[in-house]
């Protein structure tokens, strides 16, 4: 060792320090690290990558907590872009950085005062490290792949701060991709912990609507989503005019749903009532169409004559499958009536 220290050729005192390592292979430990931390970097500088991962290795396994070494091996395998190393390497540092915020601090006020140092420093890497593998997996194009890299950051961080994020993510990710059944199934784990996450709610209220199942539910669910949308703010990263659109389609759609449920049930006033709301917010023809002779109808039953009229008569100038019969409706009205042609 005293060989090594007088040395000022760099190229000489590697070559010292290869030849001390493999002569006393045991040496103290407190030794051994320390050449081996110098020609980690020593490598590192010179380009020669492999030796100096193979270092930090040796290292690791003589003080298996050593985070700066792991940090190092991480940067060098990133130099490397090798995506094997480098998944190996971050699982690593972020394994033993848990590993150290999770162990007991020493009772020694000296050893005390480092270790918390490195307990401090472990536990903002793997603050840091939990928040860039979420955001990585969050960010993912594909929704499918999404999906996937979500699943993998959950195994790797099964303690985080972001699982209703995770959540929300997944939901939107399968209604991306279209697979009714798991959004279905992500939207009831979203409101089993957030019963106020307006497009759940929705979502949840418009598929049990179009299956038929549970109407006074969907009505709790419904109605509830349109006391949401009074106090709702946009979204970040959604222009005015989308969030407006949106909202109002949503709202729409809503409307429709609790009035088609009451309809169904021949619950005529508040079928009238809610289906007047969708009306006023419905923009496609057909739609119109629908709510206009679905409107006549229940003022019909209501003996509402000339609401039911005007009803018909709006959805007989939409041209499409309802037209010719609304404006039979008007005529038997009328003849039932006793009012003019």
Same mark, same amino acid.
């Not at 010179?46 to 070494?69: F, H, M, S, V």
């Not at 709790?220 to 222009?239: E, H």
């Not at 009306?279 to 003996?303: F, I, P």
């Given at each position: ?81 090798? $995506?094997? @190393?480098? %998944? ?11 590993? !150290?915020?999770?162990?007991? @601090? ?6 005390? =005062?480092?270790?918390?140092? +490195? +307990?401090?420093? #472990?536990?903002?890497?793997? /603050? ?6 979420? &955001?990585?997996? /969050? ?20 303690? &985080? $701060? ?17 697979? /009714? ?10 409101? #089993? ?18 299956? %038929? ?12 989503? !349109?006391?949401?949308?009074? /106090?709702?703010?946009? $979204? ?13 389609? &949503? ?21 009238? =009532? ?23 109808? #229940? ?43």
């Amino acid at each position: 060792m005293e060989l090594v220290g007088l040395e000022s050729d760099p190229t000489k005192k590697v070559v010292l320090m290869e030849q001390f390592l493999a002569l006393f292979p045991k040496s103290d430990p407190g030794i051994t690290v320390w050449i081996y931390s110098d020609l980690q970097d020593r490598y590192r500088r010179a380009g020669a990558l492999d030796k100096a991962l193979t270092a930090g290795q040796r290292i690791l396994e003589i003080e298996p907590d050593n985070i700066d070494t792991a940090r190092a091996n991480w940067r060098i395998a990133e130099t490397k872009n090798d $995506p094997a @190393l480098v %998944k190996k390497w971050s699982a690593q540092t972020s394994a033993i950085a848990e590993r !150290i915020v999770k162990s007991p @601090l020493p009772a020694d006020p000296e050893a005390l =005062k480092s270790a918390q140092a +490195v +307990v401090e420093f #472990a536990r903002q890497f793997v /603050v840091n490290t939990t928040y860039d593998d979420y &955001n990585k997996a /969050v960010q993912v194009k594909d929704p499918a792949q999404r999906i996937i890299a979500l699943q993998e950051f959950l195994k790797k961080h099964p303690q &985080n $701060p972001y699982m209703s994020q995770i959540e929300i993510a997944e939901f939107l990710a399968c209604k991306e991709i279209g697979d /009714v059944d798991k959004t279905l199934a992500a939207a009831e784990k979203i409101l #089993a912990r957030d019963e106020n996450r307006e497009d759940a709610l929705l979502y949840v209220a418009e598929i049990s609507f179009r299956r %038929k199942r549970d109407p006074k539910r969907t009505l709790a669910l419904t109605n509830k989503f !349109i006391a949401r949308m009074a /106090v709702a703010t946009r $979204p970040d990263g959604q222009s005015e005019a989308d969030w407006l659109r949106s909202k109002r389609q &949503n709202l729409m759609l809503a409307h429709y749903i609790i009035g088609s449920i009451h309809f169904q049930s021949q619950a005529w006033s508040a079928a009238d =009532k809610s289906l007047r709301d969708a009306l006023a917010l419905a923009g496609d023809d057909q739609l119109r169409s629908t709510l206009l002779y679905n409107l006549g109808w #229940a003022n019909y039953q209501m003996q509402n004559a000339l609401e039911a009229i005007r009803f018909y008569r709006l959805c007989a100038a939409i041209p499409g499958p309802m037209q010719e019969q609304s404006a039979k409706n008007v005529l038997a009205i009328k003849s039932e009536y006793n009012l003019p042609q």
